[in-house]
Structure formats: structure tokens, C-alpha cells
């Protein structure tokens, strides 16, 4: 069964960079070049995060998206399907 869980991409500064971080899952972060590769790379990330079953990611519920909007205004927010 595949889980649902935010993902936010976050560039701070002009460069092509894309930080990855995922608010649910402390600890977790990811980053690639690009949205695109941003976006792999997060795939990537929460994948072995979920087969290692790190901070115990495979329990964990979603928090309310107006938390996490709060949390980073600044962020693209998205919901990443990942998991068996």
C-alpha cells in the first residue's frame, strides 16, 4: 500500500538548486538541480527512507496542509505517493 506525504522544494537563492525537505518525516531532506531533478531526487530520498523505515515513516499520518503552508510559505507544496 502506498503512503501519502508532503514534500516541499525550496530555492533561497538564485542558483539552480532545489532544497527537498519533508515535514512529516524529521530528518529527511533531499535536493537536486532543478525542479525536475528536485523531484527525482525526492522520490529517491523517501523511497529508501520508507525501506529503512526511518523515524518511523511508514506510520506516520499527514499533517493538516495549513500547518505545513505556515510552516514554508515560501515552499511548492506537494503530496509524493511512495511506499509498496
Known amino acids: 500500500m ?4 508532503w514534500v516541499v522544494y525550496i530555492n533561497e537563492d ?3 538548486w532545489v532544497n ?7 530528518g ?14 525526492a522520490k529517491e530520498a523517501l523511497e529508501y527512507a520508507i525501506s529503512l523505515d526511518f523515524n518511523n ?3 506516520i499520518k499527514m499533517s493538516d496542509k495549513s ?4 510552516e514554508y510559505p515560501n515552499g511548492l507544496i506537494e503530496v509524493m505517493e511512495a511506499g509498496v
Open 14 to 16: 538564485d542558483s539552480d
Open 20 to 26: 527537498v525537505t519533508f515535514p512529516d518525516i524529521p
Open 57 to 59: 515513516c511508514k506510520s
Open 67 to 70: 500547518k505545513i503552508i505556515e
Open 2 to 5: 502506498k503512503n501519502k506525504y
Open 28 to 41: 529527511l531532506k533531499s535536493c537536486g538541480v532543478g525542479i525536475d531533478d528536485a523531484r527525482k531526487m
